[in-house]
């Protein structure tokens, strides 16, 4: 990893609620990266999914990122107000308009020589008679058509700091939600908000591994250079599932005082610390270990 850089590394949360254990662990290694190699460090909120995200939730949310001891650079970013930028985008890219429905393409994902996972391409290359003919369907049913990416390449290969070369299926991805519910796919929002924060570090757990192949093709599209991928450890409950806010008290309202949580968050990296300064005159992020860390309450 880079001793220092200009670049930046960054906390990207989707307001939905409360951040857990996990999420502040992810939180606190990213400011860590971050600040260990000498990067700025920002926030932005991911708030493209209107029905789930709430303005509370985000304000909440940063507010418990400063009670841990967190500092960033700048304004804190909000998806909500970057329509131009992937309007943008959107227009730089190969794309064409997709009609299924959920239902349809789990059905074709059963097809015979289907691949598990990957869009079949079902309207990839419907004529202009089809394409119309689907369009007032949709219309009909006050729906509108996704777009999805045009790819050129079934695989795209990253490199990851902790997991090494990793290559993952590409596909035609979604750049624009259809249907009732329209908006901006994350795989679009979060490749353009990286570029325009300027960040080349992206440490998140590594649930996300599987879609860093699809962004960094994505960024090479756009002739954005992919950022340095570090995909941490998540935290898991004693049943070895990963854990969420039903797994009870495991948020930062719920676990005590701040200093005990930041105790308990650098015991989980292997350190002994009372403060996120006090944390980081320590920190070697050679160290961080890739294996999961079990929450025991």
């Not at 992810?26 to 000498?38: D, E, I, K, P």
């Amino acid at each position: 990893m880079n001793s220092a850089t200009t670049g930046a590394g960054r906390y990207a949360p989707s307001p939905s609620g409360d951040l857990h254990f996990g999420n502040l662990r992810t939180a606190l290694l990213a400011w860590l990266f971050a600040r260990s190699t000498g990067r700025r460090f920002v926030v932005r909120v991911e708030d493209i999914d209107k029905q789930r995200s709430s303005q509370e939730a985000a304000e909440r949310q940063l507010a418990d990122l400063r009670a841990l001891g967190l500092d960033w650079d700048g304004e804190v970013i909000y998806q909500h107000d970057r329509d131009a930028a992937y309007e943008q985008a959107l227009a730089q890219l190969p794309t064409y308009e997709c009609y299924c429905s959920r239902k349809d393409i789990r059905e074709a994902s059963r097809a015979p020589h289907a691949i598990p996972g990957q869009y079949p391409g079902t309207c990839r290359n419907l004529t202009e008679d089809q394409r119309a003919a689907k369009r007032a369907e949709l219309a009909a049913q006050n729906r509108q058509p996704a777009l999805r990416l045009l790819a050129d390449v079934p695989t795209f290969t990253i490199h990851d700091a902790l997991h090494g070369t990793y290559m993952g299926d590409v596909d035609d991805f979604i750049l624009r939600r259809g249907g009732q519910d329209t908006g901006w796919a994350y795989n679009l929002a979060v490749v353009v908000d990286d570029a325009y924060q300027g960040i080349d570090q992206v440490v998140r757990g590594d649930d996300l591994l599987s879609s860093a192949p699809r962004q960094a093709y994505l960024a090479s599209l756009l002739g954005i250079e992919p950022p340095e991928f570090i995909h941490v450890p998540l935290v898991l409950n004693a049943s070895g599932e990963r854990l969420a806010k039903r797994d009870g008290a495991v948020t930062m309202r719920e676990m005590g005082e701040e200093g005990d949580v930041v105790k308990q968050l650098a015991a989980s990296l292997g350190y002994e610390a009372h403060s996120a300064a006090e944390l980081l005159a320590q920190f070697a992020p050679d160290r961080l270990s890739p294996e999961p860390y079990t929450w025991r309450g």
